[in-house]
């Protein structure tokens, strides 16, 4: 039976929760996550954890901002005038926007505060700054043939 590490597939199940206890991300039972070791989709620190062991494990562990979506950027927060905003749209705090960050170049952003005159988009990944604990259950494993 093959370890997880490199040169496998590995399928996991996974949880990860706020340190208040709030699941924020994770698989369902229907749809594990399969990946290639060492291929980076997946968080460096997770593969860290799991390395060496076997299908039918469980480990549980925190992954910090640093290794993760990255601490909280003050600067990523911009304050935009309202006229701005194009008419006849709703702006609604908490919606997802695409937006021209420069010419050519889109951007994903969330609507923070919105006010009278103003509004504020935040282009800080919402869990940025937020330390997470992952509960991983190693599903399977193959060697890349």
């Given at each position: 039976?093959s370890?997880?590490?490199?040169?496998?597939?590995?399928?996991?199940e996974?949880?990860?929760?706020?340190?208040?206890?709030?699941?924020?991300?994770g698989?369902?039972?229907?749809?594990p996550?399969?990946?290639?070791?060492?291929s980076?989709e997946?968080?460096?620190k997770?593969?860290?954890e799991?390395?060496?062991?076997d299908?039918?494990?469980?480990?549980?562990?925190?992954?910090?901002?640093?290794?993760?979506?990255?601490?909280?950027?003050?600067?990523r927060?911009?304050?935009?005038?309202i006229?701005?905003?194009?008419?006849g749209?709703?702006?609604?705090?908490?919606?997802?926007?695409?937006?021209e960050?420069?010419p050519?170049q889109?951007?994903?952003?969330?609507?923070?505060?919105?006010q009278?005159d103003?509004?504020?988009?935040?282009?800080?990944h919402?869990?940025?700054?937020?330390?997470?604990?992952?509960?991983?259950?190693?599903?399977?494993?193959?060697?890349i043939?």
């Amino acid at each position: 039976m093959s370890k997880a590490g490199p040169g496998t597939y590995v399928t996991i199940e996974y949880d990860a929760f706020l340190e208040s206890g709030t699941r924020v991300l994770g698989t369902n039972k229907s749809e594990p996550f399969v990946f290639r070791f060492g291929s980076g989709e997946i968080f460096e620190k997770v593969q860290r954890e799991i390395i060496c062991l076997d299908p039918g494990a469980v480990r549980e562990f925190k992954v910090h901002p640093d290794e993760a979506f990255g601490e909280f950027d003050q600067s990523r927060v911009l304050r935009v005038p309202i006229e701005e905003f194009p008419k006849g749209k709703k702006l609604r705090r908490g919606m997802l926007l695409k937006v021209e960050t420069e010419p050519g170049q889109q951007g994903l952003c969330f609507v923070g505060d919105v006010q009278n005159d103003h509004f504020v988009l935040d282009f800080n990944h919402p869990l940025a700054g937020r330390t997470l604990k992952y509960k991983v259950r190693i599903l399977d494993v193959n060697q890349i043939t």
